[in-house]
Nanobody, 115 residues
């Protein structure tokens, strides 16, 4: 079955970096766009960015220039490189894919940016 599993979250100081990973299985990863979402406490889940099957990326304005999404068919894996982290980046980060008309979410990985 389709699975996406996030990892790599943790506690980091403001200005620091983290790299999240999303391990995918059960679908044709190479032909699918993938997305990262996040949800801060008490707020709605929001789109962080998208990577197409060809590797084209787009980002929310709030993370543009600081976050980078990449992917590899080895694994296969999707990554979210987060630099210059701010306290407002704190939240649970989710990997997302649509396959055969259904939405699939990972369990999330927690990122906390605090001194």
């Amino acid at each position: 079955q389709v699975q996406v599993v996030e990892s790599g979250g943790g506690l980091v100081q403001p200005g620091g970096s983290l790299r999240l990973s999303c391990a995918a299985s059960g679908f044709t990863f190479s032909s699918n766009a993938m997305k990262w979402y996040r949800q801060a406490p008490g707020k709605q889940r929001e789109l962080v960015g998208t990577i197409t099957s060809s590797g084209r990326t787009s980002y929310a304005d709030s993370v543009k220039g600081r976050f980078t999404i990449s992917r590899t068919n080895v694994g296969p894996l999707m990554y979210l490189q987060m630099n210059s982290l701010k306290p407002e980046d704190t939240g649970a980060y989710y990997c997302y894919v649509t396959w055969s008309g259904r939405d699939y979410w990972g369990q999330g990985t927690q990122v906390t940016v605090s001194s």
